[in-house]
Structure formats: C-alpha cells, structure tokens
C-alpha cells in the first residue's frame, strides 16, 4: 500500500493534511490511514468531513488545543506524584479549551449539525479550572492560595527589609572598612564587602572572599540573626506550596477519567475538523459513495497542481464500461489524468473530499498502480522487468472490486512484442471485472479496444499548430501521438519526415505534413573540432644530452644549477649547484638555458667549476710536473 500510495502521491497530500492537525493522536493516524471498506463507516467519515467544513464556514476554526503533556501529566496524577505549578497551569489552559471548544460545538447546533453533539462528551471541569486559576498564577504558587503562604511571604519580606536596613547601617558605621559602597548576596547570605585588613574591625562571619583576597565579604552580625528567621520561614513557606500543590494534584486524579475522555474527544474533534481543513483548503467538494462501479468527475483536479494552471477533467466509467483505454501524445497529461482518478478515489475513500466540482465514487476493495519506470538497479530489473513483475503482481492480487491504473503498457521492450503482451495483460484485466485505466502509444491496442466489449478508448487533446497539450480527455476517441507533426513544427526537414512515413506505415507523407516542412533536408552547423597530438619527428622524438655549462632546472625542488659533468651510462650527471656539486638522474632535469647560449665557444669551463688548486695542478700536469711523485686533484 506504501508503494502504491507513493505512486499516485498520497503519501504528499496525507503530508498537506498532517500539517492540519494539532494532536499528535490525529497525526499519526492521518498516517496511518488507509481506504475504508466498510460503507457505513465511510458514509459517516465523509458525514464528518462535510460537517466540519460547515461549521468552519460558519463560526470559524475551532479552539482545539495539542493537550500537549497533558496524558504525562495525568498519569503523575494517578501515580501518587505531585504536578508542579507549571503543570498545573498547564492542565488549566487545557480545560479552557475543553470549555471553549464546548461553546463553540453548541453554536453549532443551531445549524442542526450532528457533530455539535459531540459538545455532550467534553467536560471542562469548570470547578477545579478555576480552582487551579484561582490558586496558580504564572507558573508559581500565588501569594492569595492560602492566608498562612501569604502570612510567610509578608513575614520574609519584612524579614528581608529589616536585613538590609542593618547592611546598610553595619557599611555605614565602618564606612573606612569597606572596599566598596553597596551590599551583595554571597552563598546565599547579604555580606558587605570589607578590605582583607580591616576583617578584625567588623562584628560578623566571613562567608566568601574577592578573586583577588584583597576583599571579603562578611554578613554582619546584625544581619545574621534575619537570616536564619528567614530560613525558617521559606521552609514553612515550601511546606504549604507544597500542601496546595498536592491538594490540587488531588482533584486531578480524582477526575482523571473525565480528563481522559476530554482528551480523547478532542483528539477525534482535530483528526475531523483537519479533514474540513484539508477541504477548506483545496476547495474540494462532497462525494457520492456508491458500490455499483460507477466513477464520475465533472471539473475534476489534481489537488496538488496549481489549481489555476489545472485544466479541469471529465471523466466518467461504469454502467458497462470496466476500462479506459487513453492514448495521445507526450506531455499531453496521460499520466495526470490517470493519476487524478485515482488519487480522488482514495481521497474519497479515506473520508475526504475530493477535488472536483461533482464527484460519483464507487469503492473499491484495492487501488493497484504500475506508474513509472520500476528500474529497481539494487535487484538488477531493467525498466521492463521490473514493470513485467509489478503487472504480474497485480494481475495476482487484483479482483472485481478492484482500481487498477497502468501507466505506458507494454512498454520499455520490442515494439511487436510489447503491443502483444499490451493486449494480454488488458484481456486479463477485463476478465477479472476490476475497473481500469491504462495509457498506451500502441495503434494494435486501440483497435483493440474498440472492437472489445467494456473497453472505451479515450484521448488527450492536442492543438498541431501550437504544438501544446489541451490537457483534456475526451472519452470515446482514440487519439495519436502526434510524433510527425511535433517533428514537422519543430524543424525535422521533409526528407527525414517522408522515411519516417514509409518505415512506420509503409505509406507516403501527408499534404498537411508536406506543407510543416520548410526545409528539404537538414542544415549542419559548424561544430567544434577534436585536436589530435602532433606526432613527433624522429629527431623531436630524440631526448636531449646535456652537456657542460647547460643551465637547468632541478625537480622537484625546482632549483637552479649548471651541468658540470655530463651523464653517465646510468643516466646520472652533474649539477653544480650553489656551494656544492650533486648527483641526480637526468629525468629530474629540465633545460632551461643551452649552454652555447651562455658561454662562448671553447670556453674553459674549469675556471668555473675547479678549485685554483685543482686549476694549479692541472697546468704542472699539462708541463709534465707532479707533486711528490703523484698528481692530485682535489673535487
């Protein structure tokens, strides 16, 4: 049922209507709310929707409430537990609800609306209400509750005075002492601040000390004979809060059943009244049940279209006829129109209005859908096998009580073979005596239609010279997908439109196609080149040897140096780099500079790389001289 609800986007308008309702309860079974199939049950559902939709036009929403933690509060109750004061308020605001919602039903009753009688079931509990309003202000204990809370409370504050004052007088007289000019709270306590030095000086108890320790704050001694009468008097103070809090508790539990009922009547109330919502809403109307198979939509809509842009649909089966059969091109509002039957049948169905301006509903035991592609990758179905095996299930699964709407049939396959399996499954549907609407491209499976008894073919509308869909169906005509002409408009020149022709019927192309075609055949347009890699010559293609005085780059590093000597047969050569020589692969190395293009010819590069010694032996050795017997060469 998710599945099929998620085809025809029930599960978006039950999302619109959710947000209609206050009471989690009426929440969660708007979510859970799937078609009755019982008639007196769905008579009185649909009765409701009307009803509420009524009185909304009459005397407005109602005053319903969320009743949020109101059954937590309940069972605290029950339980021996103790409400704090903003629970209790609370419960309060919730019984003025009740007891406004209870006024506003019995207006309704002058209407002659039976849903106003549902006022005889709320119990506002005017009694304990005002009690608890009386009692509980702002989410505390008022002082008015009791006369020994307010005695307490006039006590701690003259208490509190009297404290203060001798604060103030106990900073006066040690004016010189203080570290500062006002009193503070420390702990709990009223201390005044007093320089470390001075603490000696002053008659009281260090209760706390600056971040510093440069001051401490004291409570005088004066002071502190108020503070603990004060202490006595808070605890007889939460004593008697409490006593009120429980008392009050009390006549809670007592009425906890009629609490409960409250709760339950006004959850029923705001799952009814979020049906007339939904109706208000959508502009929807009240639908005809009937068992006879019979289906009627004058000015029918898809209610989450825009309803301005929403061409309205006439659509209508029954009375012999068990299946529709609409053709017509893409885009044309097959699929939409399919679509909007069925959603306003299970709309209808749940117990809401539909929208239309005058719906026949039939019930049905079961709505079966196979609307899109299926491509399900996770179990490896292409698009046809996925659509095969979900027909397959309904053709399974389906009865005479059934709706079933098909989406595309036979297609995602062979053409030949798909149109064959198209009339298969469509003669398997009209000998199960369900109620179904297909849509289809196939001409074999309209012939069918109109030649088999309980099939009717339909048609999307189509303007060829605008080349847009009308979005109207038209019961009683086959209709055509319009490829050629959307082809011929949008620029296919004749010559492509007349192979078409022959392929498809083995036919010549139409006058009124010839006259579509402006041009004979198609015009190209200068489109981007693809550039292939040059190829490189034999000599390009030959890689450099480095020789000496050759400026390079060194990677990654990407620093500077000079080929001092040239690679070996491992590829390796020398770079002078600044202050040291190195060893690196010539891969690594990038030509920046030739050498030829820095030095001139027959330059002796040992003036740049050699050391004067080395430069000073290699000139003995060149006149025959050696140093003790031996020629060295420092690197």
Known sequence: ?????????????????????????????????????????????IRETSESKILMEKNGFPPLDSLQGLKEWGMIAEKGGCLSAEQLEGVEMALTAVSRLKKYLEQGKTYEISLAYYEENLDPLTEIRDRIRMQIRSGRVDDQASKLLKTCRNQIEKEEDSMRQKAD??????????ADSFSTIRNGHLCIPVKKEYKNKVAGIVIDQSSTGNTVFMEPAAVSRHYEEIQLLKIREENEERRILYELTAYIHDNAEVIEQNIRMIEKLDFIFSKGKLSLEWDAAEPKINTERKIVLEDGRHPLMERKSCVPLQFSMGEGTRGVVITGPNTGGKT??????????????????????????????????????????????????????????????INGESLVIMDE???????????????????????????????????????????TDGIVNARMTFDKESLKPLYQLVIGEAGESCAFYIAGRMGMPKTMLETAAKAAYNGTLPEELKQLCNEETLKKTHAAKVQKRKTKTAQESKSYVFRIGDSVMIYPDKKIGIVCQTANEKGVLRVQMPQK???????????????????????????????VENRKLRHQMDRGKCVDGEIRIVL
């Open 581 to 611: 020589k190195i060893w690196i692969n010539q891969k690594r190395v990038k030509l920046q500079v030739a050498a030829d293009q820095l030095y001139p010819e027959d330059y002796d590069f040992s003036i740049v790389f050699d050391t």
């Open 1 to 45: 049922m998710n599945n099929t609800e998620k085809q025809l986007e029930f599960d978006k308008v039950k999302a619109v209507w959710k947000e209609l309702a206050l009471t989690e309860y009426a929440k969660n079974k708007i979510v859970e709310m799937r078609p009755i199939l019982s008639e007196n049950e769905l008579s009185a559902a």
């Open 336 to 397: 939409v129109a399919i679509k909007t039957v069925a959603l306003n049948c299970m709309m209808a169905q749940c117990g809401l209005h539909v929208t239309c301006r005058r719906a026949m509903i039939c019930m049905n035991s079961s709505f079966l859908c196979d609307i899109g592609d299926g491509q399900n990758l996770s179990e490896n179905l292409s698009t046809f096998s996925a659509h095969i095996a979900n027909v397959l299930d309904i053709l399974r699964r």
């Open 169 to 178: 007088r106990a900073m006066r007289a040690g004016k010189s002492y203080m």
């Open 409 to 451: 049939l036979g297609s995602g396959t062979d053409p030949t073979e798909g149109m064959g399996i198209a009339i298969a499954i469509l003669e398997e549907l009209k000998k199960s005596g369900a109620l179904f609407l297909v849509t289809t491209h196939y001409p074999e499976v309209k012939q069918y239609a109109e030649h």
